[in-house]
């Protein structure tokens, strides 16, 4: 997919990100979130070194610079861990800035350099995937939050994307169960592991990617043959 067709939907995405964080005062920056050991605060400085990560990935892209998503592991806990109990304001104000230097970043980037290929943490990505990835960051973690922002206010194309992708990594992994996800109201199948052995997963694509995600129990979802859900591996 041409990176900037989704751009628009990284905007709204943003923007709702935002009116999200507005609400928050001290005390909901330091609830829980939905990752262990992480509170709301953890997420939104994440989300913020996220952003200035992708730049990163995309001025190598631009510039044939070999620029890392960061500077080390370490420096990215540490940025996490000091960012995460500042004010709300100062949240709210690095959200900001740090989504416009991501905005910037890929208006920038001419043609050719969309053809790159960046380093990231998880290996190499073509830099058309960026934007992808951005947009992945920001509606997951907004769920992460657990401040009303649910699996099903993810668009249906957003849900189908993810499937695909998380079911994708998922099949090169051995700790995946045999699986047929079904999507409801479609013929369409994907199929993990050995399909003669797989009880079949139904539900509405961007269900199944939450559940496939850590982002729900699935409880809406049905198994066939009657049974329990399978356990996925942790999507990494």
Known sequence: MDPLLLTGDVGDATAR????????????LATPSLLPGWTRGHVLAHVCRNADAFVNLLTSARTGERIPMYASATARTA??????????????DDLRRSADRFAEAVAAMPVPAWGAT???RN????????VWGRLRELEVHHVDLAAGYRPT???PDFGHRL??????????????????????GSNHE????????????AGPAVELAAWLTGRDPGTTLTVTPDGQL???PEWI
């Open 118 to 120: 960046v380093q990231t």
């Open 230 to 232: 399978p356990r996925p």
């Open 163 to 184: 499937l695909h992708e998380v079911t994708s990594g998922f099949a090169d992994r051995g700790d995946a169960p045999a699986m047929v996800l079904h999507f409801d």
């Open 190 to 201: 994907l199929v993990l592991g050995d399909r003669a052995q797989a009880p079949v997963i």
């Open 123 to 130: 290996g190499s990505w073509p830099a058309a995937m960026l």
């Open 153 to 155: 206010d993810w668009s």
């Open 79 to 92: 940025d996490i861990e000091a960012g995460a109990s500042r004010t709300p304001e100062e949240q709210l």
């Open 17 to 28: 990100l935002l009116r999200t964080a507005a609400t928050f005062d001290a005390a909901d």
